[in-house]
């Protein structure tokens, strides 16, 4: 299980926005178990990304590996366009916006 709080991820998210919009997210959120309040093992986020980049594959291997240092704990990071309806409406439900 995760040590860190939702509190602590949205905080530390928002003080990398700078950085981390300039690497191509627009928005950033939350979701899963740790946006309910339940035991993680690891951090979901929902990314919305500037549609003038294209961002390869290995671009978005490193922008979760970078999130992944930024928390100190494991990150999926997903594009919200490329999540799949039935779990697209519940992220959207339950996410917790960082920027």
Same mark, same amino acid.
């Given at each position: 299980m995760l040590d860190i709080s939702r509190a602590q991820?949205? =905080? =530390?998210?928002?003080e990398h926005e700078l950085e $981390?919009? #300039?690497a191509g997210i627009t928005g950033l959120s939350l979701f899963g178990s740790l946006a309910r309040g339940e035991p993680a093992n690891d951090v979901? $986020?929902?990314a919305?990304?500037?549609a003038s980049r294209r961002l390869s594959l290995l671009d978005m291997v490193g922008l979760e590996s970078r $999130? #992944?240092?930024i928390l100190g704990v494991p990150v999926d990071l997903s594009p919200a366009k490329m999540l799949k309806e039935p779990?697209?409406?519940r992220a959207a439900r339950e996410a917790v916006l960082a920027f």
């Open positions: 991820v949205i =905080a =530390a998210l928002r $981390l919009k #300039s979901d $986020l929902m919305e990304f500037d $999130l #992944s240092n779990v697209r409406e």
